[in-house]
């Protein structure tokens, strides 16, 4: 097998949409009723693939142990609790801020390991966890990466945005260069499954997996707010999904 | 203008969606690089809507002050702390569950507000925050969105998800029968803002809207968990998101 390396990992996960969207958008628009209000096609307007038939097979769990069910156990604190809780918690993530210049200080790798593990805390579409993490620390696979963004992120301010947005950002001093991807020491790249495999090696859809993932990202901010790791806050939103 | 009920903001927003999709879909097309990787456009594939030309000058902020910066302090932990307070947080989240049996039980709306209010820490593409966060308390509105919700879901199961996960799902009694969103006392609906409007009363993209929204819905969920208001914690999500 080949060596997972971040930007392997990002193209293999995007060839695959890329090769289900087609059959895809036509599915969708087959299935749509009639009768049915518009929202229920931008229920389903992530980039999940969607199939019929003899297909569904693979897109059920394979047996119930796919299922976790474990236990629920609640201590419900008293109001005044709960209000403090709630005020302190809000206060805390309103101080994070999307900062640009990050620092190469180390992170001990067990926070890192503590605020991914949190991610994965996230609900997901039928359960389906269609989230991958991977830490990058090496500078050039860094460097690769960076240039990688940087060229996308430049059609961004280029075409995506147009002119008068990118006069304006100039004067904010934001660009497409994304240096802190080679001075952070770690890179958290964050990618959406856009199916899994059954046991018996069958494609297995991993429905809303770009809500599912987006979801996650959002405790990972939680998570890192939380320990104050600012110098890896803001990478993987950043350059992945474009953040401000 | 017409009330605000959930009903209508969602008929709203999605009927905004709707309106764009189709110019979108070519556009983006159009707008493709030929030499560009195929992951270029999934970077896109939310439902964000893409305008160019003249129309840029509403998508870019009006002035500076569209631009909050507001100066960033940050205290570092030391390691220990920053781990211990990283693990302490994901043992937290690592609590959450799916429950769909919720208590009736009133929560004060100062934690709701927190709550929310945390969510809109979030970040979002190009900072438009393009999210709405809607509480329903009127039993009667509760029971209509409920019917809306499970009519969308019984399609779920019997086409989107196909027969043979509806017949694992039995076993372990899920169904598109939501009764809880009229058992809780609140709702949180949660919406996304496909566009919105300059002060001169233009339309203005919204840039990764699903994205953005969902990673606010990650930190609410979040904060929920931190607050341990259970009877809250899923609807936005098991309703809306369809999430396990």
Known sequence: MLPLTPV???VVCILIVWIFKPADRSLRR???E???PPWVDEDLNDSTDLHQGQEDADERPES???VEHIPFSHTRYPEKEMAKRSQEF???LNKRRSVRFISNEQVPMEVINNVIKAAGTAPSGAHTEPWTFVLVKDPDVKHKIREII?????????????HRWVTDLKKLRTNWVKEYLDTAPVLILIFKQVHGFTPSGRKKVHYY?????SIACGILL?????TQTIVLKELALASFLNLQ
Chains 1, 2 share one sequence.
Request: aromatic share 6%.
């Open 64 to 66: 119930e142990e796919d």
């Open 34 to 36: 009639p009768g049915a």
């Open 150 to 162: 940087e060229k996308e992120e430049e059609i961004n301010y280029m075409k995506r945005m147009g």
């Open 90 to 92: 809000y206060e805390l």
């Open 8 to 10: 392997l990992v990002a």
């Open 222 to 226: 939680a998570a890192l707010q939380v």
């Open 209 to 213: 997996n770009e809500i599912s993932v």
């Open 30 to 32: 087959k299935k749509r």
